[in-house]
């Protein structure tokens, strides 16, 4: 829980929900996995949820609903980007629909705020939304605790269900955005089609750790039909519409009609890996993404180079032996450079990547300090 953060797309996290368990690549160097299980492991908000192992602490699947901090928001009056459960995930299935009713009470309670959600499974959020458009319940919950959150902001909030709905209540929240974590294209085809589905003012897509180009251009769609499992059909996430389209194989894609889409992604954040073991992200997955965007009109936000930086960003290595970084076959080749190896280098023979660290690798991108958001949000 913190007022201040380091994260540079938001102003403040809300550890509602801390603990998690391993899902895909990109959870291998998790920080806040890391965290609980070193500094913080006696901590009663994190304790026993991490297992030792040989690659260090690891997630083991116990998730803690920390009541006590419920009502945090509620005490910040100065409007912030909330990022919710920075060291879980708010859709574990750990978490209870009573919990995530309590979470969203707080969220309609406090709409000076906006609440960033990021999640790694999108199948628990949309089937979460999909139950709370076939009933009451969520906001007969809410109707219930209202009170008790006026009364007292730091007491527990018990979960429990009233028949009194809070009419002059938006859904989907207008100060909620939802978002998917896509640290490959694998990952990007999976979850960006059901966060498209799934109710919210604002979509977003965290490239981070970025592991592997991403195409947004050209994201998997779903199978609607029994013929579509003869064609690789593809859609841009950045663009509504009916438009599809499939690579025939000889170089050219052919285009189609297919379901409308009436949603696309509204934000993209960009970010390489730091910390112990970090792997590199190439510039030109970066790249690209930042071009999509661009020509989509989509926010763009690059969080930062992580440990791994072109030439550009790694002066600070020069006259000292560094690891370098090549991406060769489609895979990093890792080697070290000393000064006396790279005497008489010129910039064509500098390698993909240099370890130059998080603070020295900075966050601009060919020069260009990107810092897009959702037009939402009052900077």
């Known amino acids: 829980m913190a007022d201040n953060t380091h994260i540079e797309w ?3 996290t809300w550890n509602i929900v801390t603990g998690c368990s391993v899902v895909s690549p990109g959870c291998t160097n998790c920080y806040a996995m890391k965290l609980a299980g070193t500094r913080l492991r006696d901590h009663p908000s994190r304790k026993g ?4 192992s040989k690659a260090g602490p690891v997630w083991n699947g116990e998730v803690r609903f920390n009541a006590d901090w419920l009502t945090q928001p509620l005490r910040w009056s100065k409007p912030r980007k909330i990022f919710v459960a920075a060291h879980g995930d708010l859709f574990h299935d750990g978490v209870t629909d009573d919990q995530l009713d309590q979470i969203f ?3 309609a309670l406090c709409p000076q705020h906006v609440f960033q959600v990021l999640t790694k499974r999108p199948e628990r959020m949309l089937a979460y939304f999909a139950r709370l458009a076939e009933s009451q319940r969520a906001l007969d919950h809410m109707s219930f605790i209202v009170p008790q959150l006026i009364e007292d902001a730091a007491a527990r909030i018990d979960g429990a269900s009233h028949g009194v709905s809070l009419d002059d209540t938006a859904w989907p929240l207008p100060n909620v ?3 998917v974590s896509a640290e490959d294209q694998a990952r990007a085809d999976e979850r960006i089609p059901i966060l498209l589905e799934t109710p919210a003012v604002v979509r977003w897509v965290s490239a981070e750790p970025l592991l592997g180009p991403v195409h947004l251009t050209a994201i998997q769609a779903p199978r609607y039909a029994p013929e579509d499992h003869e064609t690789d059909w593809k859609y841009n996430c950045l663009e509504t519409g009916d438009y599809y389209f499939f690579d025939c194989g ?7 009609d297919g379901p409308d889409r009436r949603h696309r992604i509204d934000w993209v954040v ?3 890996e730091s910390g112990q073991g970090s792997r590199p992200m190439h510039p030109d997955w970066a790249r690209d993404i930042r071009d999509d965007c661009a020509a989509a009109g989509t926010p763009f ?8 930086t072109p030439g550009e960003n790694a002066q600070n290595t020069l006259g000292r032996t560094v690891e370098t970084a090549d991406w060769f076959n489609d895979q990093w080749h890792f080697e070290t450079l000393t000064p006396a190896s790279a005497e008489g280098m010129h910039i064509d023979d500098e ?4 370890r130059a660290g998080k603070k020295a690798a900075g966050r601009r991108l060919d020069g260009v300090q990107h810092d897009g958001y959702p037009a939402e949000v009052a900077q």
Not at 250 to 256: A, P, T, V
Not at 301 to 308: C, E, P, S, T, Y
Not at 351 to 354: F, I
């Open 10 to 12: 938001t102003d403040a």
């Open 49 to 52: 949820l991490t297992t030792d």
């Open 105 to 107: 009470a707080v969220m």
């Open 177 to 179: 955005w939802l978002g």
């Open 250 to 256: 000889d170089g050219f894609n052919e285009g189609g």
């Open 270 to 272: 960009v970010g390489g």
């Open 301 to 308: 936000l690059f969080k930062q180079w992580g440990d791994w």
């Open 351 to 354: 390698p993909t990547c240099y």
